[in-house]
């Protein structure tokens, strides 16, 4: 029995596929070299021809700052691209899990966003993926949204290889400070996602909005600690000074959520799908990481 997934060589789709032959489950990837994912009847035969028991989607437009002055296509990939899915999925009556983000809101609350918490993008890729789950609700109500955050592999582009490339050519770093969320592993989302997808259609109950993200938070300047830390703890060279800044002292085209911490207990309670510990999985990660 198949899960077909749209996205191939992002990190969720990575891990996936990693995760899944771990396991012994039969996983498809399609890329964008194998199916367009804004042609409705090209995925509706992608399906067709897996016969898949479920579909998980992690293609996405995840270049935040880009989607600034990319808004058409931001919106394209992460709004009518997984409305579309949605759509043919419930056509199908087959269980369809969509990945979001806490971009989704202001960074405004102080505490951990909940799942119906209102949603106040700051920028266009926040307001495209927001557009994405409404749509993905809209043509499948029995579809699950997972909304994650911070997302780092031992591949890929994310901040975990970023600071050990940048970290072994400097010997000062300066890191924001004033940003909180929660660092996640792909490989746990991947894991999240088979165990939702494996379980069937889901009930009314267990569908909509769920938050995954890794347990604990911390800034930008404290996961870069940890990283550091953790790289040394293997013989890596790392920065010998880190300058905690605020996030005025580094613009960016988009605005980020000042607090994006992400409240998991629904998906414990309805799933058992609990949150691992953020510095725990980064420990598995950086032995991961190839030079």
Request: aromatic fraction near 8%.
């Amino acid at each position: 029995m198949t899960v077909l997934v749209f996205g191939r060589n992002g990190q969720v789709a990575t891990a996936l596929q990693q995760q899944a032959a771990a396991s012994g489950q039969t996983l498809l990837a399609m890329g964008h070299g194998e199916v367009d994912v804004l042609d409705a009847q090209a995925m509706r035969d992608a399906v067709v021809r897996s016969s898949a028991i479920a579909v998980i989607n992690a293609a996405a437009y995840t270049a935040v700052d880009k989607a600034e002055s990319e808004r058409e296509a931001a919106f394209a990939l992460n709004a009518e691209a997984p409305g579309l899915m949605a759509g043919i999925c419930a056509e199908y009556g087959l269980p369809f899990v969509h990945l979001s983000t806490d971009y989704v809101f202001d960074g405004s609350k102080p505490a951990p966003y909940r799942e119906v918490d209102p949603l106040a993008p700051l920028g266009v890729y926040g307001a495209s993926k927001a557009e994405g789950e409404a749509r993905v609700l809209g043509a499948h109500p029995q579809a699950i949204v997972l909304r994650t955050a911070w997302i780092y592999f031992e591949q890929g582009q994310n901040f975990v290889r970023t600071m050990l490339r940048v970290g072994r050519e400097r010997d000062e770093m300066r890191i924001v400070s004033d940003q909180r969320g929660n660092p996640t592993y792909a490989a746990d989302i991947a894991d999240a996602c088979l165990a939702i997808a494996g379980r069937g259609l889901a009930p009314a109950s267990q569908s909509g909005v769920f938050h995954y993200a890794g347990q604990g938070a911390a800034s930008w300047f404290e996961f870069a600690t940890a990283i550091f830390e953790e790289a040394a703890g293997v013989g890596r060279r790392v920065p010998a000074k880190l300058i905690p800044i605020g996030t005025v002292d580094y613009p960016t085209p988009a605005k980020r959520p000042a607090n994006s911490q992400l409240d998991c207990a629904r998906l414990e309670q309805e799933f058992g799908i609990q949150a691992r510990p953020w510095r725990e999985r980064l420990q598995t990660c950086i032995a991961k990481v190839a030079d």
